[in-house]
Protein backbone atom coordinates (compact mmCIF):
# COMPACT_ATOMS: atom_id res chain seq x y z
CA UNK A 1 0.00 0.00 0.00
CA UNK A 2 1.79 3.20 -0.76
CA UNK A 3 1.98 5.89 2.05
CA UNK A 4 1.12 9.37 2.46
CA UNK A 5 2.59 10.92 -0.88
CA UNK A 6 3.41 15.13 -0.75
CA UNK A 7 3.89 16.78 -3.75
CA UNK A 8 6.46 18.79 -4.27
CA UNK A 9 9.57 17.76 -2.20
CA UNK A 10 10.95 21.30 -2.33
CA UNK A 11 10.07 24.68 -3.55
CA UNK A 12 11.67 28.22 -3.30
CA UNK A 13 9.30 31.13 -4.24
CA UNK A 14 9.77 34.43 -3.29
CA UNK A 15 8.00 37.31 -0.66
CA UNK A 16 4.12 37.99 -2.14
CA UNK A 17 3.88 35.14 -3.71
CA UNK A 18 1.68 32.30 -3.34
CA UNK A 19 1.79 28.50 -3.37
CA UNK A 20 -0.31 25.56 -3.64
CA UNK A 21 0.92 22.08 -2.20
CA UNK A 22 -0.59 18.69 -2.59
CA UNK A 23 -1.24 15.90 -0.53
CA UNK A 24 -2.42 12.38 -1.68
CA UNK A 25 -3.26 10.46 1.26
CA UNK A 26 -3.27 6.26 2.19
CA UNK A 27 -6.04 4.50 -0.07
CA UNK A 28 -8.88 4.73 2.23
CA UNK A 29 -7.99 7.13 4.59
CA UNK A 30 -10.63 9.74 4.97
CA UNK A 31 -8.81 12.24 7.40
CA UNK A 32 -6.26 14.63 6.50
CA UNK A 33 -3.95 17.25 8.40
CA UNK A 34 -1.25 19.40 7.66
CA UNK A 35 1.31 20.75 10.06
CA UNK A 36 4.14 22.90 9.63
CA UNK A 37 7.22 22.02 10.96
CA UNK A 38 10.17 24.87 11.98
CA UNK A 39 13.24 24.81 14.13
CA UNK A 40 12.56 24.71 17.84
CA UNK A 41 8.95 25.24 17.22
CA UNK A 42 7.96 21.51 16.59
CA UNK A 43 5.10 20.77 14.71
CA UNK A 44 2.36 23.17 14.56
CA UNK A 45 -1.23 22.19 13.53
CA UNK A 46 -2.60 23.68 10.55
CA UNK A 47 -6.02 22.16 9.64
CA UNK A 48 -7.81 19.19 9.48
CA UNK A 49 -9.59 18.46 6.66
CA UNK A 50 -12.59 15.09 6.59
CA UNK A 51 -15.38 14.18 3.63
CA UNK A 52 -14.26 17.39 1.93
CA UNK A 53 -15.48 19.86 5.20
CA UNK A 54 -12.53 21.77 7.36
CA UNK A 55 -13.23 20.36 10.85
CA UNK A 56 -10.33 22.08 12.71
CA UNK A 57 -8.02 24.65 12.33
CA UNK A 58 -4.88 25.82 14.49
CA UNK A 59 -3.88 29.33 14.73
CA UNK A 60 -2.38 30.21 11.40
CA UNK A 61 -3.48 33.66 9.64
CA UNK A 62 -6.03 33.35 6.88
CA UNK A 63 -3.51 33.38 4.19
CA UNK A 64 -3.17 29.78 5.02
CA UNK A 65 -6.21 27.57 3.56
CA UNK A 66 -6.65 24.32 2.35
CA UNK A 67 -9.04 21.84 0.56
CA UNK A 68 -10.14 18.37 0.36
CA UNK A 69 -11.37 16.91 -2.77
CA UNK A 70 -13.84 13.80 -2.66
CA UNK A 71 -11.04 11.37 -3.47
CA UNK A 72 -9.44 12.96 0.09
CA UNK A 73 -6.21 14.29 -1.82
CA UNK A 74 -5.95 17.37 -0.04
CA UNK A 75 -4.03 20.72 -0.88
CA UNK A 76 -3.07 23.76 0.93
CA UNK A 77 -2.09 27.07 -0.01
CA UNK A 78 -0.32 30.09 1.45
CA UNK A 79 -1.27 33.58 -0.33
CA UNK A 80 0.89 36.55 0.09
CA UNK A 81 4.25 34.56 1.47
CA UNK A 82 6.37 36.11 4.63
CA UNK A 83 9.57 35.09 5.42
CA UNK A 84 8.43 33.27 8.12
CA UNK A 85 6.55 31.11 6.06
CA UNK A 86 9.82 28.63 5.27
CA UNK A 87 9.21 25.58 6.79
CA UNK A 88 8.58 22.29 6.19
CA UNK A 89 4.63 21.48 5.55
CA UNK A 90 3.70 17.78 6.65
CA UNK A 91 0.45 16.17 5.36
CA UNK A 92 -1.16 13.50 7.50
CA UNK A 93 -3.85 11.15 7.13
CA UNK A 94 -6.08 8.55 9.32
CA UNK A 95 -8.98 6.41 8.38
CA UNK A 96 -11.31 8.12 10.09
CA UNK A 97 -11.63 10.58 12.84
CA UNK A 98 -10.72 10.25 16.14
CA UNK A 99 -7.90 9.47 18.51
CA UNK A 100 -6.08 7.38 15.77
CA UNK A 101 -1.74 7.61 15.04
CA UNK A 102 -1.31 9.58 11.82
CA UNK A 103 0.86 8.53 8.80
CA UNK A 104 2.76 11.43 7.55
CA UNK A 105 3.93 12.07 4.53
CA UNK A 106 7.95 13.27 3.63
CA UNK A 107 6.86 16.90 3.37
CA UNK A 108 7.49 19.76 1.29
CA UNK A 109 10.44 22.34 1.90
CA UNK A 110 9.19 25.30 1.21
CA UNK A 111 11.69 28.60 1.40
CA UNK A 112 10.88 31.80 0.64
CA UNK A 113 13.41 34.45 -0.47
CA UNK B 1 2.11 28.74 25.04
CA UNK B 2 3.25 26.05 24.51
CA UNK B 3 1.31 22.90 25.78
CA UNK B 4 3.45 20.26 25.08
CA UNK B 5 7.32 20.45 25.89
CA UNK B 6 10.19 18.72 25.59
CA UNK B 7 12.45 20.67 27.68
CA UNK B 8 15.80 18.33 26.12
CA UNK B 9 17.10 19.61 22.90
CA UNK B 10 19.10 16.75 22.66
CA UNK B 11 20.40 13.57 24.01
CA UNK B 12 23.44 10.99 23.82
CA UNK B 13 23.72 7.72 24.79
CA UNK B 14 25.72 4.82 24.59
CA UNK B 15 24.48 1.48 22.35
CA UNK B 16 23.15 -0.75 24.52
CA UNK B 17 22.09 1.34 27.34
CA UNK B 18 18.99 3.05 28.31
CA UNK B 19 17.40 6.24 26.14
CA UNK B 20 15.01 7.83 28.30
CA UNK B 21 13.03 10.95 26.58
CA UNK B 22 10.75 12.83 28.43
CA UNK B 23 7.46 15.24 27.64
CA UNK B 24 5.43 17.68 30.03
CA UNK B 25 2.12 18.95 29.12
CA UNK B 26 -0.26 21.57 31.12
CA UNK B 27 -3.47 20.77 29.68
CA UNK B 28 -5.12 18.63 31.97
CA UNK B 29 -8.06 17.74 29.29
CA UNK B 30 -5.20 15.89 27.57
CA UNK B 31 -6.43 11.96 27.47
CA UNK B 32 -4.34 10.60 24.72
CA UNK B 33 -0.75 10.37 23.88
CA UNK B 34 1.47 9.39 21.25
CA UNK B 35 5.42 9.16 20.24
CA UNK B 36 6.81 10.11 16.95
CA UNK B 37 9.84 9.29 15.34
CA UNK B 38 11.28 11.06 12.74
CA UNK B 39 14.65 10.91 10.72
CA UNK B 40 16.10 13.78 8.04
CA UNK B 41 14.03 14.51 5.11
CA UNK B 42 11.37 11.57 5.65
CA UNK B 43 7.48 12.49 7.33
CA UNK B 44 7.61 11.14 11.08
CA UNK B 45 6.66 7.59 11.75
CA UNK B 46 4.50 6.29 14.89
CA UNK B 47 5.98 4.26 17.53
CA UNK B 48 3.70 3.75 20.30
CA UNK B 49 1.13 5.42 21.99
CA UNK B 50 -1.09 5.33 25.49
CA UNK B 51 -4.34 6.82 26.96
CA UNK B 52 -4.92 8.80 29.73
CA UNK B 53 -6.31 5.16 31.49
CA UNK B 54 -3.21 3.16 31.39
CA UNK B 55 0.12 4.53 33.09
CA UNK B 56 2.37 2.16 30.96
CA UNK B 57 2.62 0.76 27.52
CA UNK B 58 4.94 -1.68 26.33
CA UNK B 59 6.05 -2.28 22.54
CA UNK B 60 9.17 -4.64 22.07
CA UNK B 61 11.67 -2.02 22.82
CA UNK B 62 9.73 0.62 23.72
CA UNK B 63 7.86 2.12 26.41
CA UNK B 64 6.11 4.50 27.71
CA UNK B 65 5.17 5.74 31.11
CA UNK B 66 2.62 7.92 31.65
CA UNK B 67 2.20 10.18 35.39
CA UNK B 68 -1.21 12.01 35.38
CA UNK B 69 -0.45 13.75 38.40
CA UNK B 70 2.97 15.11 37.65
CA UNK B 71 1.31 15.94 33.82
CA UNK B 72 4.48 13.93 32.51
CA UNK B 73 5.25 11.19 30.08
CA UNK B 74 8.33 9.39 29.18
CA UNK B 75 9.76 7.23 26.44
CA UNK B 76 12.00 4.51 27.24
CA UNK B 77 14.16 2.74 24.97
CA UNK B 78 15.86 -0.42 25.86
CA UNK B 79 18.19 -1.45 24.87
CA UNK B 80 19.49 1.59 22.58
CA UNK B 81 19.80 1.00 18.70
CA UNK B 82 22.55 3.44 16.37
CA UNK B 83 19.79 3.22 13.92
CA UNK B 84 16.79 4.64 17.23
CA UNK B 85 19.03 8.05 16.74
CA UNK B 86 16.71 10.08 15.13
CA UNK B 87 14.34 13.13 16.67
CA UNK B 88 11.23 11.69 18.61
CA UNK B 89 8.33 13.92 19.29
CA UNK B 90 5.28 13.43 21.83
CA UNK B 91 2.30 14.71 20.83
CA UNK B 92 -1.11 15.10 22.92
CA UNK B 93 -4.78 15.27 22.09
CA UNK B 94 -8.25 15.75 23.69
CA UNK B 95 -10.08 14.58 22.01
CA UNK B 96 -10.85 17.44 19.73
CA UNK B 97 -9.20 15.24 16.57
CA UNK B 98 -6.09 16.96 16.55
CA UNK B 99 -2.67 16.87 18.25
CA UNK B 100 -0.24 19.12 20.11
CA UNK B 101 3.07 17.99 19.24
CA UNK B 102 6.54 18.86 21.53
CA UNK B 103 9.26 20.22 20.14
CA UNK B 104 10.89 17.02 19.51
CA UNK B 105 14.39 15.81 21.35
CA UNK B 106 17.14 14.69 18.94
CA UNK B 107 18.43 11.40 20.26
CA UNK B 108 21.76 10.14 19.59
CA UNK B 109 23.20 6.28 20.03
CA UNK B 110 26.71 6.11 19.97
CA UNK B 111 28.22 2.95 18.99
Known amino acids: KAGVTQTPRYLIKTRGQQVTLSCSPI?????VSWYQQTPGQGLQFLFE???????NKGNFPGRFSGRQFSNSRSEMNVSTLELGDSALYLC????????????FGSGTQLSVL | DQQVKQNSPSLSVQEGRISILNCDYT??????FLWYKKYPAEGPTFLIS?????DKNEDGRFTVFLNKSAKHLSLHIVPSQPGDSAVYFC??????????FGTGTRLKVLA
Open chain 1, 92 to 103: ASSLNRGLEKLF
Open chain 1, 27 to 31: SGHRS
Open chain 1, 49 to 55: YFSETQR
Open chain 2, 27 to 32: NSMFDY
Open chain 2, 50 to 54: ISSIK
Open chain 2, 91 to 100: AASEGTYKYI
